[in-house]
């Protein structure tokens, strides 16, 4: 059916028949249906298989705001290799990132290293200081990228139909 709507270019009968097949996909297995770390599940609760816009919007805004916390709890202290960038923000007077002590233009250096994370920048000032902080900043490169792409997907999807 869904290739027979495919052809027929009806892309809102597309859509219902993708999320109507995944979630069937999702159901007939116990495991899928009620283990919430399965892809299925993820898959479901990131996005809505691709289809809910809102959904993956809600979720990228919630993962940007949960890896600014958690990096500003993780302190993160200047990179001393030469990079141009640390001399402007030692002109500032900012030294360490912590989140107990944060004031606007530390935020705005942590929302800028951030970015510089998740798009695989290297020149940014700010490294983690313990492997915690490392592990948060590994999970920040991986997740928020991967759900830019779900939200990317769901947006195409909407405006396809």
């Given at each position: 059916?869904?290739?027979?709507y495919?052809?027929?270019?009806?892309?809102?009968e597309?859509?219902?028949?993708?999320?109507?097949?995944?979630?069937?996909?999702?159901?007939?297995?116990?495991?899928?249906?009620?283990?919430?770390?399965?892809?299925?599940?993820?898959?479901?609760?990131?996005?809505?298989?691709?289809?809910?816009?809102?959904?993956?919007?809600g979720?990228?805004?919630?993962?940007?705001?949960i890896?600014?916390?958690?990096?500003g709890?993780?302190?993160?202290?200047?990179?001393?290799?030469?990079?141009?960038?640390?001399?402007?923000?030692?002109f500032?007077g900012?030294?360490?990132?912590?989140?107990?002590?944060?004031?606007?233009?530390?935020?705005?250096?942590?929302?800028?290293?951030?970015?510089?994370?998740?798009?695989?920048?290297?020149?940014?000032?700010?490294?983690?200081?313990?492997?915690?902080?490392?592990?948060?900043?590994?999970?920040?490169?991986?997740?928020?990228?991967?759900q830019?792409?779900?939200?990317?997907?769901?947006i195409?999807?909407?405006?396809?139909?």
């Open positions: 059916m869904k290739q027979k495919k052809e027929l270019h009806n892309e809102q597309v859509s219902n028949w993708h999320y109507g097949e995944k979630e069937m996909f999702r159901k007939e297995n116990p495991i899928r249906r009620y283990l919430p770390l399965s892809f299925s599940f993820l898959y479901w609760l990131s996005s809505g298989y691709g289809e809910d816009y809102k959904r993956a919007g979720i990228l805004v919630a993962l940007l705001f890896f600014l916390v958690l990096l709890y993780a302190e993160l202290v200047p990179r001393s290799e030469g990079n141009p960038e640390h001399f402007s923000y030692a500032m900012l030294r360490n990132i912590t989140l107990h002590e944060l004031n606007f233009d530390q935020f705005l250096a942590l929302c800028s290293t951030l970015w510089k994370y998740v798009t695989y920048q290297k020149d940014f000032a700010f490294v983690p200081m313990t492997k915690l902080g490392e592990f948060i900043k590994m999970l920040s490169q991986i997740l928020i990228p991967l830019t792409a779900l939200f990317a997907f769901a195409r999807n909407r405006f396809r139909r």
